[in-house]
């Protein structure tokens, strides 16, 4: 399997799990429209992607937004809202690029800084673009408490996944150590043979 085909598979199963994480969650969020805050998975899988493929996880970013508009029967301006503002979150790469992927994954203050960095970004995209719309400025801040679960969310995903081997980490440089590590087995076995 070429490395592009490998992205293209990976890419494609973060976004089916997207589509059907996020369907759940804005269907339970019509059915809790009482409820002052909602719960979405979107930042937690755009946080994943931009560690794993970099600006790649902007498909995730704008497909979150599609999905859930779609879910929750948006109007036209609210498809632009949501895609276009969750793709502020790209400005999160600007850290990822300044600190290093590396070192993000391995201290988990930068992780968590890292996810809730792409879910403010999201946040705070929307309401802008929503004021853009004529909506009142105060739409940015409405924006930001509702989905301040989905930070936490965000944060919790990303507090697990970064413990496990490969998954919150760029996959160029975990398919080069992969081979790496491949290698040094096959090395090991060949020297046990001779002994």
């Not at 794993?52 to 301006?77: K, N, S």
Request: with cysteine; aromatic share 12%.
């Amino acid at each position: 399997m070429s490395f592009n085909q490998y992205r293209l598979i990976d890419l494609g199963i973060f976004a089916v799990i997207l589509i059907i994480f996020e369907s759940i969650a804005s269907k339970a969020a019509l059915s809790f429209t009482s409820q002052p805050y909602s719960i979405s998975i979107v930042s937690a899988i755009t946080c994943i992607i931009f560690m794993r493929w970099g600006i790649w996880g902007c498909f995730h970013a704008a497909l979150g937004g599609f999905v859930y508009c779609f879910v929750t029967g948006g109007a036209a301006d609210q498809y632009i809202i949501y895609v276009i503002g969750n793709l502020f979150s790209v400005a999160a790469l600007l850290l990822l690029k300044r600190i290093g992927p590396d070192r993000v994954r391995e201290k988990v203050f930068l992780s968590l800084l890292l996810s809730v960095l792409v879910s403010l970004l999201m946040q705070l995209g929307r309401g802008i673009v929503a004021v853009v719309f004529g909506a009142s400025p105060n739409m940015i801040a409405g924006f930001v408490f509702t989905d301040s679960v989905s930070t936490l969310f965000a944060m919790v995903i990303t507090g697990i996944v970064r413990k496990l081997d490969g998954v919150f980490e760029d996959q160029k440089s975990y398919l080069i150590r992969l081979n790496r590590e491949e290698e040094n087995i096959e090395e090991g076995v060949d020297e046990g043979k001779r002994i």
